[in-house]
């Protein structure tokens, strides 16, 4: 038996018949975007390692353990971003696109994790990626929100919770640390090894553990809400003001506290009830501090991220599997002998529908298997180059779906003709 080389495990590869999932998510995305002002941006895979470690954080999952790092060829260590703020604050920082100004950016690609491949869950994935950077109030963080909703309406999809929190500020952050710190010490012996070591080092991502047999002890932990400074509650109540007025509904979760060190206030998450473990779709918050943290000045900020895969499993289970068709028209010759006449009406049809996908017929065989392989490319007409009808002039236009009546059509006319039959496009 031969042995296929396969890919690595984690690393998917993204079909021609799933494509169109994909790029229905990434067109809706750029769309709405660009409605609210964002602009895409686009930075580099790999970049030092030094840039996430200073922005995720050491003690975090992703830093500890996820991380694709090696060392290039004259020794320096770089990573394979595991995700895109980190990256995108570096750029506005290298680029001077921060100071003094405001930004709205978005950008889209894969991200690496060396994470446990399940559902939902791998090691190369894809993100959409939104951030305003340079704007503190909560009206920035509403924007936000009802740009993640937008999204989600446009593509029809509903059933996503979002979870609402505010972190407060590093001060009141620290404040509430030491809470915590004084009720899992008194509850060690319900931490699992990767929460001992957290109470030394990082005892807020206990609260992010997705270990069941630690959820009791989380539930009975001191709450932020009783922590928060004036100012972080203020921003907060103003947020949900807002969300209210603008009919989005939230559940508020005192326990949110995301994979990443570098949010403060405002953090949220848009979660499924249809991928297990993998609920979250989409993640986000302010991250005041991390400009700072990288070197710039104070920026205040705010970005979310979306899995792409999620959403497209998502998309699937609630929208159904939709039909994907390769071709809108499909031109075949009757015979060998039409195959020269055929590729030029092929190409006049192209010229007269340039959004339209017109499928040339390639690899002969009999006209029987022709209008076969015509049927299955999903188009709505089959043109057939040959016969009596070229002789004048014309060709056979066969409707595929419906009720299969099929006419002579001046070739000249045709792209006409097609035109307003077809569907729009886009
Ligand atoms: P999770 O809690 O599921 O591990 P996260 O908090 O690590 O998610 P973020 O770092 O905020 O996630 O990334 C934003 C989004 O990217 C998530 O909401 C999720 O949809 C997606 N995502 C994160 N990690 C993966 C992964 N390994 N495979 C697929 N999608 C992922
Ligand atoms: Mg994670």
């Known amino acids: ?102 930004q709205r950016v978005w950008c889209t690609g894969p991200m690496f994790r060396y994470e446990r491949p399940q559902k939902g869950r791998f090691r190369q994935f894809h993100q959409l990626d939104v951030e305003a950077l340079g704007f503190d109030g909560p009206d920035i963080d509403a924007e936000m929100i009802l740009l993640s909703a937008r999204l989600w309406r446009e593509l029809g999809l509903d059933g996503l919770v979002l979870e609402l929190n505010s972190l407060g500020t590093p001060e009141s952050r620290a404040v509430y640390r030491e809470a915590l710190v004084e009720w899992f010490s008194r509850h060690r012996d319900a931490l699992d090894d990767d929460s001992l070591r957290r109470l030394e080092t990082n005892p807020l991502r206990i609260l992010d553990s997705k270990n069941p047999a630690m959820a009791e002890v989380i539930a009975g932990a001191p709450e932020f809400g009783d922590y928060l400074d004036d100012a972080s509650v203020e921003h907060f109540a103003a947020l949900r003001t807002m969300l209210d007025d603008a009919g989005i509904e939230y559940r508020l979760n005192p326990r949110l506290v995301r994979g990443l060190d570098y949010y403060s206030r405002t953090v949220f998450e848009w979660l499924t009830d249809r991928l297990g473990a993998q609920a979250a779709v989409c993640s986000g918050g302010r991250y005041d501090g991390l400009v700072t943290q990288l070197g710039g000045r104070p920026t205040p900020a705010i970005g979310w991220a979306l899995g792409i895969e999620r959403l497209v499993e998502v998309l699937r289970l609630s929208v159904g599997e939709r039909e994907a068709t390769v071709a809108d028209v499909y031109v075949l010759a009757a015979d060998d002998a039409r195959e020269r006449e055929t590729l030029k009406w092929t190409e006049a049809l192209r010229d007269t529908l340039p959004a339209h996908r017109v499928l040339m017929h390639c690899g002969g065989g009999s006209l029987k298997s022709r209008m076969k392989k015509a049927d299955r490319s999903g188009a709505a007409y089959a043109v057939i180059v040959g016969g009596d009808e070229l002789a004048r002039g014309e060709l056979s236009v066969k409707a595929l779906r419906g009720d299969g009546a099929q006419q002579a059509v001046a070739a000249d006319g045709l792209g006409a003709w097609l035109a307003s039959r077809l569907p729009a496009t886009g």
Do not use: C
Request: glycine share 6%.
């Open 1 to 102: 038996m031969s042995q296929h080389l396969q890919p690595l495990r984690g690393m998917n590869d993204i079909l021609p018949d799933d494509i169109h999932w994909w790029q229905w998510v990434e067109d809706t995305a750029r769309r709405v975007f660009a409605a609210y002002g964002y602009r895409e941006i686009r930075v580099p895979i790999l970049e030092r390692t030094e840039l996430f470690k200073r922005s995720i954080g050491e003690v975090t999952d992703i830093v500890e353990k996820e991380m694709y790092t090696f060392d290039d060829r004259s020794g320096d260590s770089v990573t394979m971003r595991p995700e895109a703020t980190a990256g995108i604050v570096r750029a506005g920082l290298s680029n001077g696109l921060l100071h003094n100004q405001q």
